[in-house]
């Protein structure tokens, strides 16, 4: 059986260490996962952020690693953050019973993909309480 491989990219930046994973973190590739994110720690960084965004499987070895680097990361007096956790990972995490354990960091939303919140509407004046005292549609003038 050919097992998928996992490629590890790791940048410093001024407190956080980040670790982007791309593929799969099984059986075969926990320990690099340890070991890439042990020689991040030993730099003694205030945050270790695994970027998730890649990662496309994960067994129970994968899940138990990434416990026990969390616990690591702890021991560093460092904190271990999941981020750009995809739906599979969630819920892995979720039906596990253990993401309530871990730092998650959620994507920041793209520009443009938010929907309009109320005070998007208000600013634009395509509300009901136009300036004008007009009534909006659907709406009757008081008498």
Request: overall charge negative; hydrophobic content about 40%.
């Amino acid at each position: 059986m050919v097992h998928q491989k996992l490629d590890i990219s790791v940048y410093r930046e001024a407190n956080e260490t980040i670790v982007v994973l791309t593929g799969e973190i099984d059986l075969h590739t926990a320990p690099r996962l340890s070991a890439a994110v042990d020689a991040a720690l030993a730099e003694d960084p205030v945050r270790v952020v695994l970027d998730m965004r890649g990662v496309t499987f994960c067994d129970s070895r994968g899940l138990g690693t990434l416990v026990i680097l969390a616990r690591a990361a702890a021991r560093a007096r460092a904190v271990l953050v999941l981020a750009n956790l995809g739906d599979f990972l969630k819920r892995l995490l979720a039906v596990s019973g253990i993401g309530e354990h871990f730092v998650i960091r959620e994507p920041e939303p793209e520009p443009g993909s938010a929907e309009l919140g109320l005070s998007d509407i208000e600013e634009t004046g395509t509300d009901s309480g136009q300036s004008d005292g007009r009534p909006g549609p659907g709406q009757e003038r008081a008498r």
